[in-house]
């Protein structure tokens, strides 16, 4: 017997549409906001059921307080997303900082370190 993937890849096709429209949201209704001009989406995850989605974004300088400011517009692009979104429920988001790059900035230090 062939196991169904639907509620697995359902999450991950809604995940990547709330990245994007979410994306978009921050680039059109938040440009004015220095912080958040220098925020890029890099991933995102969902869970719960669909019922929460996590953005997973990096900025290359202030990550302290560009997570604070994400932290304080969550409501306002949930109900952007709202706006945007063709689904029954929106999604709650929530943003957290992706260090992939730092730590793999970390691990090639260490590697030259090694090396010599």
């Given amino acids: 017997m062939i196991k169904k993937q639907g509620v697995s890849n359902r999450g991950e ?8 429209l979410v994306a ?3 680039q059109h209704d938040f440009s004015d906001d220095e912080l958040i001009r220098g925020v890029s989406l890099v ?3 969902s869970h719960g059921g ?7 974004f990096y900025a290359r300088e202030n990550k302290e307080d ?5 932290n304080e517009i969550t409501k306002m692009v949930r109900f952007a997303l709202a706006q945007k979104i063709d689904q029954k429920y929106v999604p709650e988001i929530r943003f957290v900082y992706d260090d992939t ?3 793999a ?6 590697l030259n370190h ?3």
């Fill in 105 to 110: 900035d970390r691990i090639e230090e260490l």
């Fill in 101 to 103: 790059l730092e730590r």
């Fill in 50 to 56: 669909m019922q929460f989605v996590k953005l997973f």
């Fill in 43 to 45: 991933g995102a995850q």
């Fill in 24 to 26: 978009e949201i921050l």
């Fill in 13 to 20: 096709k809604i995940a990547s549409k709330v990245q994007t």
């Fill in 114 to 116: 090694i090396d010599k």
């Fill in 66 to 70: 560009t997570q604070k400011r994400l």
